[in-house]
C-alpha cells in the first residue's frame, strides 16, 4: 500500500493538543475505569473499519460504547481522519485496529489524540498472503511493525472465517484485559459467536460444493479476495485495479490482458464493489463479453453494509457475498 501525505497532520495535532489536553490520561480516567469495572458505564473502545467495529459490538455487547472510526463504504486504503476522530481516539480507553497495515493513518492519529491506552491488533497469530501465496508467519508477526510489513502481505484478512475467529479471539483478550470485571461476560460472547461464525464458514463452504470446478472463477474490482478465494478454492482470475491497495490503475496493456484472460478461462462475470466506483469494471465487462455483477449485488470488499441491514453485519455482509458469487457464477 502506498504512503500518502497527509496535510491535515499538523492542523489535527495543533487541535488535538489544544481542545483534548488531558483527556487521554487525567483522573476522570481513572473514575470512568472504575466506574466500568463496577459494571456502570460501558468500557469506551474506538474500532477503525466497520469489520472491527461489528466484532467488538458481538463480543462487547452492552459492556462496551463503541465508536467507529470508518464508515460504510468508505475506501479504508484512502482513508483520512478527521479532528473528531482524533478526539474520539483520546477520549476512548481501548483502540482495535484489523492490522495488517490497513490503517496506516492510525499511528498518526493516536500520536495526534495524546492516547496512552491498550491498541488491540486483530491480526496477530493470522497466516498472511504474500503476493498471492501463503506465508505462515504464526507468533512471528505479532512483533512485525512498520511499512515494509504493510507493503508485503494482504490486509483483507477477514474474508476467511477461520481469520475472523482469530481476530474476535485477540478482541475478547484484549477486552478483558481492559476490563477484568467483565471478562465472564466477554467470554461468554466470544463462545456464541465463534460458534455463528463456524455456522458461516460451513454454509459457505456447502454452497461453493454445489459449484463445479471450472465455474469458480473470480474477477473483481480490487485483489481484496485473495483468503476468500484460498478458502474456497476458487480461482481467481484478475482484479480490475491490480492491487491490494485501491490506487492503482491498468495500464492499457493490463487491460487488454485481462479482457483476454476472461475470455480464454471462460469467466462469466465481473464483481463490483460496494466501497469503489464500477465503471472501469462495466467497461472490461463490455469487452470481454461477460456480466458485471453490481448495484444491490456488489460485493462488499472492504466494507459492510448500513447499519440495520441485514449486510451491515460481517456475517450478513459474507453471506451476501458467497450467496452472490455462487449465483452469478452459476447461472
Known sequence: MKHRPRIFWIAAAAAAATVLAGCGSGDGDAVQANSAASGGTPLAVVATTPEVADFVRNIGGSDVSVTQIIKPNVDPHDFEPTPADIQAIASAKVVVKSGVG???????????????????????????????????????????????????????????????KIMVTNIEKGLAAADSARAGAFAKNLDTYATQIDKLDADNEAAFAKLPAADR??????????????????????????????SAELSARQLSDLVAKIRSTGTKAIFTESSLPPKTAEAIAKQAGV???????????DSLGEPGTPEGTYLGAERHNTEVIVSALGG
Open 291 to 301: 456480466k458485471v455483477i453490481g448495484g444491490e449485488d456488489a460485493l462488499f470488499g
Open 217 to 246: 472463477k473470480l474477477v473483481t474490482n480490487h485483489d481484496a479476495f485473495g483468503y476468500y478465494v484460498d478458502r474456497y478454492q476458487l480461482e481467481f482470475v484478475g482484479s480490475v485495479i491490480p492491487s491490494l491497495d485501491t
Open 102 to 164: 490497513l490503517e496506516e493513518w492510525l499511528d498518526r492519529a493516536i500520536e495526534a489524540s495524546g492516547f496512552k491506552g491498550p491498541v488491540v491488533d486483530s491480526s496477530q497469530g493470522v497466516k498472511l498472503r504474500e503476493g498471492g501465496h501463503h506465508e505462515e508467519e504464526g507468533e512471528e508477526h505479532a512483533e512485525e511493525e512498520g511499512e515494509e510489513h504493510a507493503e508485503e502481505h494482504d490486509p483483507h484478512i477477514w474474508h476467511n472465517p477461520r481469520n475472523a
